[in-house]
């Protein structure tokens, strides 16, 4: 190999990412027309991953107000009847979840209650490594279910990245064996700048006679890369939208994934991440804000999402690695236990309550008992939804809920 080809090639490699990602084939921009006008297609729908760390309060998230155990259990922490959120004479939405009633007037939220697995894990990392791997042997796979779900043949097309996080560290629920995750904080990570260099160098490959092939893979993807961060940045400088998000992380995230959506980038499942629910003290004012943040966000999002015509093929659905003990605690907050509650948000779902409350008078060593293995929510996700055979990514069968309308 020449120097130039060898200087080319270490270059290439250090300053772009994306071509180990394989984000090489800028035709993809061009699927957004199809992408669009086939929402009832499995194979472009979409699934928005939010992950609630920490260890989300279920009780006061979804409060079985109705029930005189839910004051007794929580004198701090009750939240007064008349500012719940009702769905029904039994339970209701926290007050902070104003976003999240409103998309469940519309018709376009699903609240699954008393979720969760044998022998519930108290611990932050083994509980959050479960719910990744979709595992409950001693031994945890090295690869998540999303990762795997990416690296089957009805996930995969050619040229799309299938899969985005933002935010940082990868969350092992999107690890593969045969498939690379970007993590992106800003659609301005996807842009590539060449000094005057590296626009020379890549003149020079575009005329030059490329015999070596692994070499002219690499010179192919880098100057497709290229093309196609110019399009993406051209992309987020065009996207308009009337909706006003929120000024929170999350919400940016989430705006950040509704302008990729919009673009016709192609890929079908996006994670984002809100921490802080690990509300061992002081949980009241926290919990409030936090829950705030996660209502407000979704609902703009869904807004934008219906503003562009994208609402009936996105799913976005949370989760969260346990719920809270049923007692509160002597610090005003809650510690770890079980029996959690997703949302399931998006044009397409089942609206209202899936599953009963886990019943507060009949407990597991003071926990909310779960009815409904995640792995059963994440079987039907898989099939319903992304059009992809569960049994294979879960490895066992699970029943599965009827989530869609």
């Known amino acids: 190999m020449s120097t130039t080809r060898r200087s080319f090639l270490e270059t290439s490699l250090k300053s772009s990412a994306l071509v180990s990602l394989g984000l090489t084939v800028p035709e993809f921009l061009h699927r957004s027309a199809r992408a669009a006008a086939d929402a009832k297609s499995p194979a472009d729908r979409v699934i928005v991953v939010i992950q609630l760390s920490g260890g989300n309060d279920s009780l006061n998230t979804v409060i079985p107000f109705g029930d005189d155990l839910y004051a007794k259990n929580r004198t701090a922490l009750r939240v007064p009847?008349?500012?719940?959120?009702?769905?029904?004479?039994?339970?209701?939405?926290?007050?902070?979840?104003?976003?999240?009633?409103?998309?469940?007037?519309?018709?376009?939220?699903?609240?699954?209650?008393?979720?969760?697995?044998?022998n519930a894990s108290r611990s932050h990392f083994r509980s959050m490594d479960i719910w990744?791997?979709?595992?409950?042997?001693?031994?945890?796979?090295?690869?998540?279910?999303?990762?795997?779900?990416?690296?089957r043949p009805e996930m995969r097309r050619e040229g799309i990245v299938p899969a985005l996080h933002f935010g940082g560290k990868l969350p092992l629920a999107l690890v593969?064996?045969?498939?690379?995750?970007?993590?992106?904080?800003?659609?301005a990570d996807f842009k590539l700048q060449p000094g005057t260099a590296g626009?020379?160098?890549?003149?020079?490959?575009a005329a030059t006679e490329r015999t070596d092939g692994t070499l002219q893979f690499l010179q192919r993807n880098t100057l497709e890369a290229y093309a196609t961060s110019g399009r993406i940045e051209e992309m987020a400088k065009n996207y308009n939208t009337p909706i006003n998000y929120p000024g929170t992380e999350l919400a940016r995230k989430l705006k950040l994934i509704a302008q990729l959506i919009d673009s016709g980038l192609g890929t079908r499942i996006y994670?984002?991440?809100?921490?802080?629910?690990?509300?061992?003290a002081n949980q009241l004012p926290a919990?409030?804000?936090?829950?705030?943040?996660l209502g407000d966000a979704v609902k703009a999002f869904m807004d934008d999402?219906?503003?562009?015509?994208?609402?009936?093929?996105?799913?976005?659905?949370?989760?969260?690695?346990?719920?809270?003990?049923?007692?509160?605690?002597?610090?005003?907050?809650?510690?770890?236990?079980?029996?959690?509650?997703?949302?399931?948000?998006?044009?397409?779902?089942?609206?209202?309550?899936?599953?009963?409350?886990?019943?507060?008078?009949?407990?597991?060593?003071?926990d909310l008992k779960f009815h409904t293995d995640f792995?059963?929510?994440?079987?039907?996700?898989?099939?319903?939804?992304?059009?992809?055979?569960?049994?294979?990514?879960?490895?066992?069968?699970?029943?599965?809920?009827?989530?869609?309308?």
């Open 81 to 118: 009847t008349d500012q719940i959120k009702k769905i029904d004479d039994y339970c209701g939405l926290h007050p902070s979840l104003d976003g999240l009633a409103k998309l469940l007037e519309d018709g376009q939220l699903a609240v699954l209650q008393g979720i969760g697995y044998p």
């Open 271 to 280: 994670y984002a991440s809100l921490d802080g629910f690990d509300t061992h």
């Open 287 to 293: 919990h409030a804000n936090l829950l705030k943040e």
């Open 305 to 366: 999402l219906g503003h562009h015509g994208h609402r009936d093929r996105v799913l976005a659905m949370t989760f969260s690695e346990f719920g809270r003990r049923v007692k509160e605690n002597g610090s005003r907050g809650t510690d770890h236990g079980s029996g959690a509650a997703m949302f399931l948000a998006g044009g397409k779902i089942k609206p209202g309550q899936i599953g009963k409350h886990p019943s507060l008078a009949d407990l597991d060593d003071g």
């Open 176 to 187: 593969g064996r045969s498939t690379e995750v970007p993590s992106l904080n800003s659609l």
């Open 132 to 151: 990744h791997t979709a595992s409950l042997a001693e031994k945890l796979p090295n690869d998540g279910w999303l990762g795997r779900a990416i690296g």
């Open 375 to 405: 792995r059963s929510v994440y079987a039907s996700v898989l099939e319903e939804w992304l059009g992809c055979p569960s049994r294979e990514v879960l490895g066992g069968e699970f029943t599965r809920l009827k989530l869609l309308a």
């Open 199 to 205: 626009r020379e160098q890549l003149a020079a490959v």
